[in-house]
């Protein structure tokens, strides 16, 4: 999900949604009464055969998602680091999303934008790093994070203008060590692996640890972390809950 602040206690939420069809969900949110109410406005559709895994938006009201796996790419494919994804954007008039050539990459996962829309921030958790990407021109790289000691899934812009990333320990040696050839998606989700969550300076790429947490069954494999009213908040893909701790 990505939601962008507008005026007057309104929001725009976009939500990636899976089943019925593949799509971004679009909804207003209006936080100005007692309790916030929401108002579905419309959808995105995905190019077909294709499903979106994070979107992000622009301030003229321009999206753009990642695509994990095109067709016939594997997790296998990620691991060795193959591209496997790409992201594609869609603009209000336009028929549909288009590919940002230039942005593949080895599971294109977690995407986000900067304040003025000139950069675009994407996760490759194949190469377990961050990439920024030029919006005027995709296809060129500007920087990005060293390799992570974990696998970074989601990436959200934080009030300071950092970006907060989290996701899985590579050093787990009772999963088997870092994610590789040895692995397979089913054993990555089942296997509990400790939490390490990243501020990351998007004008230098350098990263400082918010918060890491050892393996447990009851709560492990992290995929977001954010940070509100003095608290770092931690959600996972594995579990039914969220977790918390003060910063």
Not at 108 to 131: C, H, L, M, P
Request: with cysteine.
């Amino acid at each position: 999900m990505s939601l962008r602040a507008g005026a007057s206690g309104h929001s725009t939420l976009y939500a990636v949604a899976h089943g019925a069809r593949e799509s971004i969900e679009v909804f207003d949110v209006d936080a100005s009464g007692e309790r916030p109410a929401i108002a579905w406005i419309g959808c995105v559709p995905m190019p077909e055969g294709l499903a979106a895994n994070s979107v992000a938006s622009f301030a003229d009201g321009s999206i753009v998602a990642t695509v994990l796996l095109m067709p016939g790419k594997t997790f296998a494919d990620s691991v060795a680091k193959r591209p496997t994804g790409a992201v594609y954007e869609w603009s209000p008039g336009k028929h549909g999303f288009e590919l940002i050539k230039g942005s593949e990459l080895p599971s294109n996962n977690g995407i986000e934008v900067s304040a003025d829309g000139r950069e675009i921030f994407v996760v490759s958790s194949g190469f377990q790093t961050i990439v920024a990407l030029a919006h005027a021109n995709p296809t060129k790289q500007l920087r990005t994070t060293r390799p992570l000691p974990f696998t970074p899934d989601n990436v959200h812009r934080a009030e300071d203008g950092r970006l907060l990333t989290a996701g899985m320990k590579n050093d787990e040696p009772q999963c088997g060590g870092a994610p590789g050839p040895q692995h397979d998606l089913a054993k990555l989700s089942t296997c509990p692996r400790g939490t390490i969550g990243m501020a990351i300076d998007p004008s230098t790429m350098k990263d400082t640890v918010l918060v890491e947490t050892t393996a447990n069954p009851s709560f492990s494999n992290a995929t977001m972390v954010l940070t509100f009213d003095g608290q770092i908040w931690i959600g996972t893909f594995s579990g039914d809950r969220v977790a918390h701790e003060a910063l």
